[in-house]
């Protein structure tokens, strides 16, 4: 159970073999990819930043919390920081399980947690020149979904993942 | 000791310093056998600087005679902060600092007695060095007068032997006040140098102000403080290592709150104290390194 954060670009065929155990019959992975559009806003490049020391922690418990939920053979998640053009790879989270439904269920589970615990912050660049940090600024009157487990959990998804690949 | 060849300020008996040889030899007496009903709370152990008043007194008196003595009531006698001291349990009837003063001079016909309350957290070294230096033993005591009213003080005077007898003959008048007695005989008075040395502290009120004027300043201490995202940005800075009196993660954000014009209310952040998850309230260490999360946004 691994969690790491790139600088550069994040080698999806790298990860995937990382997970592979022969006791293993299937592989689930989600790629977050850097969108050109948020809440009506054309975005132009995205900016990832972490807190790395707290963010390795917690990013490792929820994996941990994932190997405890689900039947897990491994898991990894991989966070790009820096600065990252439309249609990169932001975020890549893979799992390999005896059977396909914990490794759907485990793969959904980590990236899910990832979003709403992990010390990452999103700078949003717009076309307009306009920047801002997701969460903290064009959402900061917002009213907040929940103020227990997750404080920090919006009443809007900024989700920029696309597509689930297997 | 402070120089013994100074004048005070102003001496108001004309009767000479007696010279050593003739005096009764001069004991400490703390008194400690109040019954605290104000303060609602025990007076002999109020702490300041961490350490009870009791204690602190006895250490300061011990600097300018010895042995001390520590006035307790019987039932008081084995109350932790008095066990283990040099006791003198009262043993005349009545009530008030006049027993605690006649059961001394009656266990030790021979000696004086300095006598101090121990609820003055104010008194200092030279003031009892200078109302040593100015004792007068053939007079029934030597007393400050009170900054505040002119009156004597009677709980941070010198007692010598012969007051003994005229204090039996005060109380069994019905009298109780010592400082009554004062004003009565003849005694030595001495101007204070010090307006609030004698100063005593009786409710919760007066013992949280002595606290503030003694207790030294909260010692600023040192953290480092990270900024990310949009906190960083605001801060204009990564990290900073700042000194602060802020006992918690909940103040010391209020102080940079103010400082850096942050605009995400503390609802809206989580605190990181060396890289953990920690609550607004834990009691932050010298040398923490504290960070405060702004809303996540990862994935």
């Known amino acids: 159970?691994?969690?790491?954060?790139?600088?550069?670009?994040?080698?999806?065929?790298?990860?995937?073999?990382?997970?592979?155990?022969?006791?293993?019959?299937?592989?689930?992975?989600?790629?977050?990819w850097v969108r050109d559009h948020n809440e009506g806003e054309e975005v132009r490049r995205l900016e990832y930043e972490a807190f790395e020391a707290l963010a390795l922690v917690e990013g490792e418990r929820i994996l941990a919390e994932a190997a405890a939920r689900f039947p897990l053979k491994r898991a990894l998640c991989v966070h790009r920081v820096g600065s990252l053009e439309l249609g990169e790879m932001a975020v890549w989270v893979g799992v390999s399980a005896v059977h396909r439904g914990e490794a759907f269920a485990a793969c959904r589970y980590i990236i899910d947690e990832v979003k709403h615990r992990v010390p990452i912050w999103k700078k949003e660049h717009y076309r307009n020149g306009d920047s801002g940090w997701v969460n903290c600024e064009r959402c900061a009157a917002a009213p907040r979904e929940s103020a227990g487990a997750h404080p920090h959990e919006h009443a809007h998804e900024h989700a920029h993942e696309h597509a689930l690949k297997d | 000791m402070s120089d013994r060849s100074r004048r005070p300020p102003g001496t108001i008996s004309t009767a000479a310093t007696a010279g050593a040889r003739d005096a009764a030899p001069l004991r400490g007496l703390v008194l400690a056998g109040g019954s605290s009903s104000r303060m609602r709370r025990d007076k002999a152990v109020l702490e300041y600087?961490?350490?009870?008043?009791?204690?602190?007194?006895?250490?300061?008196?011990?600097?300018?005679?010895?042995?001390?003595?520590?006035?307790?009531?019987?039932?008081?006698?084995?109350e932790p902060t008095r066990a283990g001291r040099a006791l003198i349990i009262d043993s005349v009837a009545g009530e008030g600092p006049i027993v605690g003063i006649r059961s001394a001079l009656g266990a030790q016909p021979g000696a004086a007695w300095l006598v101090i309350a121990c609820d003055l957290p104010f008194l200092s070294d030279a003031v009892l060095a200078e109302l040593i230096a100015h004792r007068d033993p053939r007079a029934l005591a030597t007393a400050y007068l009170s900054?505040?009213?002119?009156?004597?003080?009677?709980?941070?005077?010198?007692?010598?032997?012969?007051?003994?007898?005229?204090?039996?003959?005060?109380?069994?008048?019905?009298?109780?006040?010592?400082?009554?007695?004062?004003?009565?005989?003849?005694?030595?008075?001495?101007?204070?140098?010090?307006?609030?040395?004698?100063?005593?502290?009786?409710?919760p009120e007066e013992y949280a102000?002595?606290?503030?004027?003694?207790?030294?300043?909260?010692?600023?201490?040192?953290?480092?403080?990270?900024?990310?995202?949009?906190?960083?940005?605001?801060?204009?800075?990564?990290?900073?290592?700042?000194?602060?009196?802020?006992?918690?993660?909940?103040?010391?954000?209020?102080?940079?709150?103010?400082?850096?014009?942050?605009?995400?209310a503390p609802d809206q952040l989580k605190v990181a104290i060396n890289s953990e998850f920690a609550s607004w309230t834990r009691p932050l260490a010298p040398g923490d390194a504290v960070v405060f999360i702004p809303p996540v946004a990862g994935g």
């Open chain 1, 1 to 32: 159970m691994r969690f790491r954060f790139s600088h550069g670009a994040i080698d999806p065929v790298a990860a995937r073999d990382e997970l592979r155990e022969v006791s293993a019959g299937g592989f689930v992975a989600f790629e977050g």
């Open chain 2, 209 to 264: 102000q002595a606290r503030e004027l003694l207790v030294p300043e909260v010692k600023p201490m040192q953290l480092k403080v990270q900024y990310y995202a949009l906190m960083r940005e605001q801060a204009g800075r990564s990290e900073e290592t700042l000194e602060t009196a802020a006992a918690t993660p909940e103040q010391l954000y209020g102080e940079l709150k103010a400082r850096h014009g942050f605009t995400l």
């Open chain 2, 49 to 78: 600087g961490g350490r009870p008043q009791l204690d602190r007194v006895i250490e300061l008196a011990e600097r300018h005679v010895q042995p001390v003595f520590v006035s307790v009531r019987a039932a008081q006698a084995h």
């Open chain 2, 147 to 203: 900054a505040h009213d002119g009156m004597p003080e009677p709980l941070c005077a010198i007692w010598e032997p012969a007051a003994g007898p005229a204090l039996a003959e005060f109380q069994g008048t019905g009298a109780l006040c010592p400082r009554k007695f004062l004003m009565r005989h003849p005694v030595r008075l001495l101007e204070p140098r010090d307006a609030r040395a004698l100063d005593n502290v009786n409710t």
